[in-house]
Nanobody
Framework: QVQLVESGGGLVQTGGSLRLSCVAS????????MAWYRQAIGKQRVLVARITSGGDTLYQDSVKGRFTISRDNAKNTMFLQMNSLKPEDTGVYYC???????????????WGQGTQVTVSS
């Protein structure tokens, strides 16, 4: 069974930094585009950043210049380096993979359980 497990969240003051990780476990051959989403209380889940298997990236305007998404395909891992954090960055951060090719088939739109990020003012 494939799992996406996020870690690295926590409580940080405004201006601080956190590094999120998303590790995919299971018998995985490859993964497609991966992404980080954020969901604040009472709001919809929104895209923060995404990265293709080839390394092309896209960021939400509000995090450009502050966040950096990266991945290690050999280790089935994705990262989100978050600097200069603001209170509006607070929320549960979810890892997503649009496609995961395993030894027994392909699964689509797979999500992790999320990790909480709280930025205090």
């Amino acid at each position: 069974q494939v799992q996406l497990v996020e870690s690295g969240g926590g409580l940080v003051q405004t201006g601080g930094s956190l590094r999120l990780s998303c590790v995919a476990s299971g018998v995985i051959q490859s993964m497609g585009t991966m992404a980080w989403y954020r969901q604040a209380i009472g709001k919809q889940r929104v895209l923060v950043a995404r990265i293709t298997s080839g390394g092309d990236t896209l960021y939400q305007d509000s995090v450009k210049g502050r966040f950096t998404i990266s991945r290690d395909n050999a280790k089935n891992t994705m990262f989100l380096q978050m600097n200069s954090l603001k209170p509006e960055d607070t929320g549960v951060y979810y890892c997503n993979a649009d496609e995961i090719i395993t030894n027994w088939g392909t699964i689509y739109d797979w999500w992790g359980q999320g990790t909480q990020v709280t930025v205090s003012s």
